[in-house]
């Protein structure tokens, strides 16, 4: 359930700075990272825990993690940046 709440308050706090054209490196590498460490936790959780039901939460959290914390943002990022030189050109 942790894993689940860090991933929608990513979410949400992406899609307001994505609103907002706010969106810098340093939330990039936040959500990014935030994906490794669910992806680490998969790793270890499958080779120390054997619970089939944990196992497949995390597969599940990874697929969506996907595009949550990784894709979404990236997209944010480029936007923000086409939006600043655009700024910056007028």
């Known amino acids: 359930m942790i894993i689940a709440g860090t991933m929608l308050i990513l979410l949400m706090k992406t899609i307001f700075r994505m609103i907002a054209w706010d969106f ?3 939330d990039l590498i936040f959500n990014i990272s935030t994906y490794f460490v669910i992806f680490i936790v998969y790793i270890l959780g499958e080779q120390y825990l ?3 039901f944990i196992n497949d939460f995390l597969v599940w959290m990874i697929g969506v993690g996907a595009v949550t914390t ?3 943002p990236i997209i944010a990022f480029v936007l923000a940046i086409v939006k600043g030189e655009l700024k910056s050109n007028e």
Request: proline share 0%.
């Open 24 to 26: 810098d490196a340093m």
């Open 50 to 52: 054997g619970n089939t």
């Open 70 to 72: 990784v894709i979404l």
